[in-house]
């Protein structure tokens, strides 16, 4: 069957760091460029990171940069994403996403393809 599942959202206080894993199944996981995104209550969903299928480049949101780290382990079929510092404007929903024939900045900015969705997972960061 295939699917992504997000794990590893929770609450957790401003500074502090959460990682997101995104594990696939189903499909040639190491032929998609996957992307991490995010949406907060009453904003549109946003691209926080993504990364090629080779794992040999990545984009990352301005708001993120030298906070956040995505990467992947193709042979477990398993995206990560490392998140630091964390402040209560990273409090959303998460979702990772896996895209064929596109790049990872127009993955990320979302003017790229997406096959396939996760269910998403909440991270909460108190103040």
């Known amino acids: 069957q295939l699917a992504l599942v997000e794990s590893g959202g929770g609450l957790v206080q401003a500074g502090g760091s959460l990682t997101l894993a995104c594990a696939a199944t189903?499909?040639?996981?190491?032929?998609?460029?996957i992307g991490w995104f995010r949406q907060a209550p009453g904003k549109e969903r946003e691209g926080v990171a993504c990364?090629?299928?080779?794992?040999?480049?990545?984009y990352y949101e301005d708001s993120v940069k030298g906070r956040f780290n995505i990467s992947r382990d193709n042979a477990k079929s398993t995206v990560y994403l490392q998140m630091n510092s964390l402040k209560p404007g990273d409090t959303a929903d998460y979702y990772c996403?896996?895209?064929?024939?596109?790049?990872?900045?127009?993955?990320?900015?979302?003017?790229?393809?997406?096959?396939?969705w996760g269910q998403g997972t909440q991270v909460t960061v108190s103040s």
């Open positions: 990364i090629r299928y080779s794992g040999g480049m990545t």
């Open positions: 996403a896996a895209g064929s024939l596109t790049t990872i900045q127009a993955m990320c900015l979302g003017r790229g393809r997406v096959d396939y």
């Open positions: 189903g499909f040639t996981f190491h032929g998609y460029a």
